[in-house]
Every structure is written in C-alpha cells, then in structure tokens.
C-alpha cells in the first residue's frame, strides 16, 4: 500500500520541472537526504519496481542494490533497471532476505500489483483498513539469504562508501533483515525503513522492538517525533 501511494506521489512530482524539484520535499526522508548528498551507495530490500531510482540517482547514487524476493516482480524490476541511462550502476538481485540463511520460508502473495506480499499473513486490521488489499491464496517457497552474504557476492563493501542508506520495506520482516546483517548495520550512514505501530502482520515486529534495534546499534529517528510516527509508513534514522 505504502508503495502504490508513492507511485501516485511520483507521478504528480514529474509535473514540477527538473529544475524546481528540489524546492519541494513531500517529507522530512527527502529533505534529510537531499542534503546529505551524495549517498553513494543504496541498498534497497524490498525493491518492488525500483519507484525509488529516480530519487536515489538525484542523491548521486554511484550504486543502487535492489533486492526482491518474488520472482514474477524481480523479472519486471530487471527490465527497469537495466532500462535506465546515466552513470548509476543498478543490479538487480532476486532473493529473499532474512536473519539466517539456507532457510525455506513461506512467501505469500497478495493481489494487485504485489507490493503487499509477505512472508507473513495479513492481520484482521489490515484487513479492515485496506479492504482491496488480499491475499490471493498463492504461496511461495523461498530460501533465505543474509544481506551480508548477497553484499559479498556483488562485490559491495558499505564501509568503502563515503555515505550510504539501507533501504527496508519488507512487510513486517524488517527486523529480521537487520539482524541479518548484525554489526554491519553501523555501517550504513541512514537507514530507512517500514514500520508499524499497528499490526499489519500476524507476527510481524512492531515499532517499538523496530526502533529499539536500531538505535542500539547507534542511529537516531530524524524524519519524525516520536509522537508523530505513522500508524503504518516509512521513517529514516540517521548514524549518530
């Protein structure tokens, strides 16, 4: 759902000339980052069809690593990415992230154009509050990979990069792709993520146990007050 909305935002955005885009942020992420530039190096887990590239190459991005889990999706995301021009390097990688690797873990995928699609059941709530959003009853085995074991084999070392953001949108497993990673996370410079402060997702980590990670291992929310944190969005937090 999240996604769709950012299509949508996307879209309106390529009204407002080149030239004018960077005057109008639609949220503390974009302004945070903007200033930061460049942020060489883009991790991106959950990649869905890259709605982010053009974005990612206006914060000077050398590297963009998109990671997807669901094969049909990572098919288009390929023909998008290798379709795009300019000196940004974008690989595509087809995989399902996770704490631990080698494991064999259900995948279920939802109607529509499969950004909700989880390794997790819906919960009645989502249920209620996106009433077009269902599960389709088909499910996928896939077996895991760690984020650090998919960054070795493309060659990527974070701590070469001068900035760099991890990028997590994973329907509720955001937790267990941090802790895939373990003490790389204080590599990257930003990390921004999906959470919930409502069960999205049967089992699914919640903010507060979200939150509560990432900040131990030395980053701090800076798109939000706590107070003001979504229901069910994006936030980014920064490397102290």
Known sequence: MVKFLKGVEHSIKKIIPNNMRKYVRSSRYELVTYKSRPIELIVHVGAHFAEDAE????????????????????????????????????????????????????????????????????????????????????????????LDQILSQHGIDVAQANTSMLVVDVQGHELSVMKGVGHGLAAFSFCKTEVSRVPMYVDAVLFPELDSYICGHGFQLVSHLYWRVPKHGDVLYQRN
């Open 55 to 146: 974005h990612y190459e206006g914060l000077g991005a050398k590297t963009v690593l998109w990671i997807e889990a669901d094969p049909d999706t990572h098919a288009k995301l390929t023909e998008i990415v290798n379709a795009r021009k300019g000196s940004c390097r974008h690989i595509a990688h087809l995989g399902l992230v996770s704490q631990n690797p080698g494991e064999v873990l259900e995948f279920h995928r939802f109607n529509g154009d499969g950004s909700s699609s989880s390794v997790y059941h819906a919960t009645e709530q989502q249920k209620q509050r996106f009433e077009k959003v269902k599960e389709t009853g088909e499910v996928l085995k896939l077996t895991t990979q760690t």
